[in-house]
């Protein structure tokens, strides 16, 4: 059980990996469609389950591995730094964007397709020529944030779950610290994750 927790995070690493670069043609006789969700699912569920045992085990090591006191606690502190930054990660797309797109003002043509009005209020509604569509603020604000937040909330929170772990594996004295930045990262996965999971399986992700 030690080494559950970075099993499971190279596991959902490929995965989520394998989502953002599609799969070839030709390759689908060899990776099934279904992988990368299915390896998404299993390494994450393995991470919760190495969470509730590595707290269950706080009070001892979790494993065998060697190394320096104090580079063991500078790990820690580097876990947290990374849980840190993807809770930051993920609160830019759920936190900052609605606040600024609030800073915009209410919608001047109040939620109704009318071309006529989008042109009177260019200042709120942007017209994108090569694919023929107005964008009001959220709509902008999604396509700069989103393309950057999301990979790295995923990518800063895989990464504090390992390097917790490895903290807690040489022996940290803080081992508060690194449980904490454990807690954080492997939560902030599950906010991302869970409810893409739920429209996958409610038919939405098509």
């Known amino acids: ?12 690493g490929l ?10 043609k030709g390759m689908e006789f060899f990776i099934p469609p279904f992988t990368p969700i299915a390896f998404t699912v299993v390494g994450t569920i393995g991470l919760v389950v190495g969470l509730v045992g590595a707290w269950r085990r706080r009070m001892e090591p979790v494993g065998a591995v060697s190394g320096g006191q104090r580079l ?3 790990t820690a502190r580097a876990g947290l730094v990374f849980a840190v930054g993807a809770l930051m990660a993920i609160s830019s797309v759920y936190v900052v964007e609605p606040i600024l797109v609030s800073l915009q003002g209410p919608d001047p043509c109040a939620g109704r397709f009318d071309t006529a009005c989008f042109m009177a209020h260019p200042d709120y509604w942007q017209h994108d020529p090569v ?4 964008a ?13 937040a ?16 490895l903290a807690l594996a040489t022996g940290t004295r ?14 902030v ?18």
């Open 1 to 12: 059980m030690r080494w559950l927790i970075p099993a499971a995070v190279v596991v959902t």
């Open 15 to 24: 995965g989520i990996l394998a989502l953002y670069v599609p799969v070839g």
């Open 72 to 74: 063991a606690d500078s």
């Open 131 to 134: 694919a023929d569509s107005w």
């Open 136 to 148: 009001p603020p959220s709509a902008r604000l999604s396509q700069t944030l989103l393309p950057v």
């Open 150 to 165: 999301w990979p790295a909330g995923l990518g800063l929170a895989l990464a504090a779950a390992l390097v917790s772990w």
């Open 174 to 187: 803080r081992r508060r610290v690194a449980l904490s930045a454990l807690t954080l990262g492997v939560l």
């Open 189 to 206: 996965l599950l906010f991302m994750l869970v409810p893409w999971f739920g429209l996958l399986l409610g038919g939405g992700g098509d």
